[in-house]
């Protein structure tokens, strides 16, 4: 078949959707492409939603303009819910009535903020973080000295938590778990950045959960109050599976994919956060959600949609900046022998993961030379001596060697 007879479309225009339009253009595929999105926004990358804009008050940064799309020849459908398709029809509804055919499609729907409903109803504010409109209303509530509760320790809630002491706000985070960044599965760095917001004046109730929004603040688990004039809500997301349940596809937890991005459905594929893949570092199926994996996993399934052969086997890499901390973190850190190199009490050091010998994962403070490096011992299955890596003067650039 060929270009001018094909289609694709692409259900969901953020990140992956985005850079999947831009790949299958880069790649020299010559049929129609249509870009269809639910937010009203033209599609743009999520780290600055926690960042810049909350911040600096920055102005959020898109891919491209309209005119940049149309001279790409991208059809792009923003405010467009997809609320239907038909795999034999070849055919995908919209809310509004109208209907677009494709040959191919590519389900970038992406995931939605999990819901704590015990405290959406309640006289103290609550708020979510997903997209631009939640960054500008979440900023406009940050004033000085607002008592700001985060619900959940994870990345978005101390990115915020950064944010809100940047713009002079009293800060309380709220995690049900025994420490904060309980996804890196790594002790050395929970403690790090507790100990960093902590040294900013940031308060953690650790083991607790939330569980009443009440006058004046939160009821937790334990029967204690905690004052707060904003919440924010942070507990992880859910994958948008409304379009592949209608499919019939299995998605439970995501939509799963081969190694190519293809679903189970010919000439279905998806991308992205909702994609289920398997992890070899967590020896599991799971959906890697972060900025990496939906560049990456988009350019390599769009060319796979088009017959260029492509075998997509991510090494999970994320990062994230709060405060004077960069903080990179590759394959998986937990149930592995830690190894630390540097000084923790300090603002530089890096953390690596062993299991059976081999390197597994990683972590770095401020540390992109090692990070650079642990990324290649990841992905190249080393295995170097405990004794070297244990070794303060040890260059880490050798083990690549071994």
Request: with cysteine; glycine share 10%.
């Amino acid at each position: 078949m060929s270009d001018g007879q094909r289609s694709i479309a692409i259900i969901g225009a953020g990140q992956a959707g985005g850079r999947a339009a831009e790949a299958l253009r880069a790649a020299q595929f010559g049929g129609p492409i249509t870009l269809i999105g639910g937010e009203r926004h033209l599609p743009y990358e999520r780290p600055q939603l926690s960042k810049s804009m909350l911040i600096d008050g920055a102005a959020p940064k898109f891919i491209r303009s309209f005119e940049q799309w149309a001279e790409i020849d991208v059809d792009l459908q923003v405010g467009a819910n997809a609320v239907a398709c038909d795999p034999e029809r070849r055919i995908v509804a919209l809310q509004d009535g109208r209907e677009f055919r494709f040959d191919k499609i590519l389900l970038a729907t992406g995931t939605r903020p999990r819901r704590l409903t015990a405290l959406e109803a309640g006289p103290v504010p609550v708020a979510y973080l997903r997209d631009i409109d939640d960054s500008i209303a979440l900023r406009d509530r940050m004033f000085a000295e607002e008592r700001v509760l985060l619900v959940g320790g994870g990345v978005i809630g101390l990115e915020v938590a950064a944010a809100a002491v940047s713009r002079g706000c009293r800060v309380t985070v709220v995690e049900a778990a025994g420490d904060v960044f309980a996804q890196v599965g790594s002790s050395t760095i929970s403690a790090f950045f507790r100990r960093l917001h902590a040294d900013r004046g940031v308060s953690f109730l650790l083991g607790k959960t939330a569980v009443a929004n009440v006058e004046g603040g939160v009821r937790l688990s334990d029967d204690t109050f905690c004052a707060a004039d904003l919440i924010l809500i942070g507990i992880g997301v859910e994958p948008s599976l409304d379009l592949a349940c209608a499919l019939g596809l299995p998605s439970a937890s995501g939509i799963r994919v081969d190694r190519a991005g293809a679903t189970d459905i010919p000439g279905i594929y998806a991308a992205g956060d909702v994609a289920l893949q398997w992890s070899r570092f967590n020896e599991r199926w799971m959906r890697i959600e972060n900025w990496a994996n939906a560049q990456d996993q988009a350019a390599a399934v769009a060319k796979s949609m088009i017959g260029l052969e492509q075998c997509y086997e991510p090494t999970p890499w994320f990062w994230t900046d709060q405060y004077d901390a960069n903080l990179q973190v590759v394959g998986t850190l937990s149930g592995v022998e830690e190894i630390v190199r540097g000084d923790t009490a300090g603002t530089k050091f890096c953390v690596i993961g062993l299991r059976d010998g081999e390197v597994v994962g990683g972590a770095t403070v401020n540390s992109p030379k090692d990070m650079a490096v642990l990324r290649r011992l990841v992905s190249m299955r080393k295995r170097p001596s405990r004794s070297d890596l244990e070794n303060p003067s040890f260059d880490l650039k050798r083990a690549l060697a071994s």
